[in-house]
């Protein structure tokens, strides 16, 4: 059974920084391609940051480059995003996901399981 469980979130200022985890369980971490998005009430899931299964390979959405980061230890099973510089737009419910793909796929339903989600507000 694959779990995908997020931790880290909260409530912070603007300006402030958060450090998402994500802890995969059940799955052949390595072979997996980890993503996070979010979502903010009546709005879409949207692609934030995403890494291939060796770490190699990144991309962000424009809203999060030069802002977010996101990292891997494929021998803990856990992927990271730092978040700094966070707006109060960066407020939503983010999500982690992995997908059995070579590169990074931006579009939800290319993923293959999902965390239950955590809560990130920013306040101005």
């Known amino acids: 059974q694959v779990q995908l469980v997020e931790s880290g979130g909260g409530l912070v200022q603007a300006g402030g920084s958060l450090r998402l985890s994500c802890a995969a369980s059940g799955l052949t971490f390595s072979l997996y391609t980890m993503a996070w998005f979010r979502q903010a009430p009546g709005k879409e899931r949207d692609f934030v940051a995403g890494?291939?299964?060796?770490?190699?390979?990144?991309v962000y959405a424009d809203s999060a480059k030069g802002r977010f980061t996101i990292s891997r230890d494929n021998f803990k099973y856990t992927v990271h995003l730092q978040m700094n510089s966070l707006k109060p737009e960066d407020t939503a419910v983010y999500y982690c996901?992995?997908?059995?793909?070579?590169?990074?796929?931006?579009?939800?339903?290319?993923?293959?399981?999902w965390g239950q989600g955590i809560q990130v507000t920013v306040s101005s």
């Open positions: 996901a992995a997908a059995r793909r070579l590169r990074v796929e931006t579009i939800p339903s290319n993923y293959d399981y």
């Open positions: 890494i291939s299964w060796s770490g190699g390979g990144t």
